[in-house]
């Protein structure tokens, strides 16, 4: 069975202080791993698609990686307006971690 | 640029209640999904849609619910007979492409409250 699991539930960052999110995945055959990050009350909101293991997407603060069993989210030195949920998702019928709630204190 | 459309934002219902939630696809998009997040869990898949027929379906997605794109533009998800449990924030999203690797952009969600 398809699953994803994302580590830590939370995490309180100090502006600044980098971090990173994981996303661990079993799954037969991934073609595609997601992230998103969703604001509280809001609609998920795309952020990087990951095909193979080894490649990398970079968006401003934010980087993905993607290991044959795991994916990260790097977050470099994170800004207050980075606080949200990052939820990471595999397949068509996107099956979604838990996510990660990220709060960055000024 | 354009975004997926969802209407309303917020529906109240009681139990046993027929209710239909809207959506408006971005336009040029051929497949549309239907997800529901119940407060403090994971985004659920219901259902994909694509030529006018459902193409899978979760073991949620049971008799009571039903999509149906009525015209050109919207995508509609009616829930028969609401339950409590049915009480969730209801996400449409659609993608231009179908398959694993294509991201899929969502709406802001319908939050449905079944009393």
């Known amino acids: 069975e398809d699953q994803v699991t994302q580590s830590p539930e939370a995490l309180r960052l100090q502006e600044g202080e980098s971090s990173s999110l994981n996303c661990s995945y079993t799954?037969?055959?991934?073609?595609?791993l997601f992230w998103y990050r969703q604001d509280p009350g809001k609609g998920p909101e795309f952020l990087f698609t990951?095909?193979?293991a080894g490649e990398e997407k970079e968006k401003e603060r934010l980087k993905a990686t993607l290991t044959k069993k795991e994916s990260f989210l790097h977050i470099t030195a994170p800004k207050p307006e980075d606080s949200a949920t990052y939820l990471c998702?595999?397949?068509?019928?996107?099956?979604f971690g838990t996510g990660t709630r990220l709060q960055v204190f000024p | 640029e354009p975004e997926v459309t969802q209407t309303p934002s917020h529906q109240v219902t009681q139990m046993g209640q027929e209710v239909i939630l809207r959506c408006v696809p971005i336009?040029?998009?051929?497949?549309f999904y239907w997800y529901r997040q119940i407060l403090g869990q994971k985004v659920e898949f219901l259902v994909s849609?694509?030529?006018?027929?459902?193409?899978?379906k979760s073991e949620i997605f049971d008799d009571q619910f039903s999509v149906e794109r009525p015209d050109g533009s919207n995508f509609t998800l009616k829930i028969r007979s609401t339950k409590l449990e049915d009480s969730a924030m209801y996400f449409c999203?659609?993608?231009?492409?179908?398959?694993?690797?294509?991201?899929?952009?969502f709406g802001p969600g319908t939050r449905l409250t079944v009393l």
């Open positions: 990951l095909y193979s």
């Open positions: 849609f694509y030529n006018n027929e459902i193409s899978e």
């Open positions: 999203a659609s993608t231009r492409m179908g398959g694993s690797y294509n991201e899929q952009f």
């Open positions: 799954v037969s055959g991934l073609r595609g």
């Open positions: 998702a595999v397949r068509n019928k996107l099956i």
């Open positions: 336009s040029n998009h051929l497949y």
